[in-house]
């Protein structure tokens, strides 16, 4: 059983930066690939990064690509996502995800999700 829970959501301005953390429960975090997903208002959720179980592999969405950083930290069991030249377009609720077994990251058949942490950006 794996425990996901969320932060470092909030307010901030277009162009701006937000780091998002995702902290684990289990022993066998170092086991499972993590994902982040994001949800607008209105919207389907959206695959938005992904990171291998031993970080050496990383899959963002276009959207995101060259402004996003998904990393972990195994000893820590914890998963992060640096979001930097915030846009509008980038707000939404923002999950984290995990699985032992999942082989295509953008696929929504994560096992494990916590409950979102709200990110919304100003124009």
């Known amino acids: 059983q794996v425990q996901l829970v969320e932060s470092g959501g909030g307010l901030v301005q277009a162009g701006g930066s937000l780091r998002l953390s995702c902290a684990a429960s289990g022993r066998t975090f170092s086991n499972y690939a993590m994902a982040w997903f994001r949800q607008a208002p209105g919207k389907e959720r959206e695959f938005v990064a992904a990171?291998?179980?031993?970080?050496?592999?990383?899959v963002y969405a276009d959207s995101v690509k060259g402004r996003f950083t998904v990393s972990r930290d195994n000893a820590k069991k914890m998963v992060y996502l640096q979001m930097n030249s915030l846009k509008p377009e980038d707000t939404a609720v923002y999950y984290c995800?995990?699985?032992?077994?999942?082989?295509?990251?953008?696929?929504?058949?994560?096992?494990?999700w916590g409950q979102g942490t709200q990110v919304t950006v100003s124009s």
């Open positions: 995800a995990a699985d032992p077994f999942i082989s295509d990251y953008s696929r929504q058949l994560y096992k494990y």
């Open positions: 990171v291998s179980w031993s970080g050496g592999s990383t």
